[in-house]
C-alpha cells in the first residue's frame, strides 16, 4: 500500500463548476498535509497547507481533513481553464515533519 | 526576490557518466530538500539539507546517489555511473525551516541513453 493514495484521473469538469479531489494516507500519526499544483512541465507550486480537522477555505480551494478516517480533499469552486494542472496531495511524516510523501497526483481539465 | 533556481534544466547522459545537478536555494532558506520525480508520478523525496548538514538521506536509491551542501547554500546532487533507471526530473526545494512551505525549483530532467 502507497502511503498517499489519490483518486484516479484524469477528472474532467465544465467551466464553473466544483471540481473535487481526494487522497488517503496510510500514516496515522501525520499531522501535516498539502495541495499542490503543477502545470504540465512546471514544478509544484504550494496552494494550500492544513493541520487541523474540518475545513480550511482560501479563494476558491477548500481544502478538509479528517484524521480519524485519514482523509484530506481539496474542492475547487468556480473551476476555470485556468485550473487545468495536476493536483498532488503531501502529507508529512509523523516523525520528521519536513518529510513530504507525494501522492502521484490528479489531472484536472476544465472543459470551456 | 528570487525563486529557487536549478541548473542545467535538460541534462542527456550516456549509461555509466556522471552527473551533476546543481540548485540554489532561495537566500536565506535554512533547509533544502531533493525529490526525483518519475514521468506520471509524484515526487519521491530523496534526501534533507539543514544548513550545510545533511540529516537525512534516506530516499537516495543507491551509493550511486551523493549531495552535498558544503557551506549551506548551493547544493549539488551527484549520480555517478549513471543508469536508464536514472531518468526522471530532479527537483530541488528550500523553505525557512524544514517545516514550513517548501518552494521547488523548476527541475532537471535528466535522460539517459
Known amino acids: 500500500q502507497k502511503e498517499v493514495e489519490q483518486n484516479s484521473g484524469p477528472l474532467s469538469v465544465p467551466e464553473g463548476a466544483i471540481a473535487s479531489l481526494n487522497c488517503t494516507y496510510s500514516?496515522?500519526?501525520?499531522?501535516?498535509f498539502f495541495w499542490y499544483r503543477q502545470y504540465s512541465g512546471k514544478s509544484p507550486e504550494l496552494i494550500m497547507f492544513?493541520?487541523?480537522?474540518g475545513d480550511k477555505e482560501d479563494g476558491r480551494f477548500t481544502a478538509q481533513l479528517n484524521k480519524a478516517s485519514q482523509y484530506v480533499s481539496l474542492l475547487i469552486r468556480d473551476s476555470q481553464p485556468s485550473d487545468s494542472a495536476t493536483y498532488l496531495c503531501?502529507?508529512?511524516?509523523?516523525?520528521?515533519?519536513?518529510?513530504?510523501?507525494f501522492g502521484a497526483g490528479t489531472t484536472v481539465t476544465v472543459r470551456a | 526576490g528570487a525563486g529557487v533556481s536549478q541548473s542545467p534544466r535538460y541534462k542527456v547522459a550516456k549509461r555509466g557518466q556522471d552527473v551533476a545537478l546543481r540548485c540554489d536555494p532561495i537566500?536565506?532558506?535554512?533547509?533544502l530538500f531533493w525529490y526525483q520525480q518519475a514521468l506520471g508520478q509524484g515526487p519521491e523525496f530523496l534526501t534533507y539539507?539543514?544548513?550545510?548538514?545533511?540529516?537525512?538521506k534516506s530516499g537516495l536509491p543507491s551509493d550511486r546517489f551523493f549531495a552535498e551542501r558544503p557551506e549551506g547554500s548551493v547544493s549539488t546532487l551527484k549520480i555517478q555511473r549513471t543508469q536508464q533507471e536514472d531518468s526522471a526530473v530532479y527537483l530541488c526545494?528550500?523553505?525557512?525551516?524544514?517545516?514550513?512551505?517548501?518552494?521547488f525549483g523548476p527541475g532537471t530532467r535528466l535522460l539517459v541513453l
Open positions: 526545494a528550500s523553505s525557512w525551516q524544514g517545516l514550513e512551505t517548501q518552494y
Open positions: 500514516d496515522r500519526g501525520s499531522q501535516s
Open positions: 492544513i493541520y487541523s480537522n
Open positions: 503531501a502529507v508529512g511524516s509523523r516523525s520528521n515533519d519536513y518529510k513530504l510523501s
Open positions: 537566500s536565506g532558506h535554512v533547509s
Open positions: 539539507f539543514q544548513n550545510e548538514a545533511q540529516l537525512d
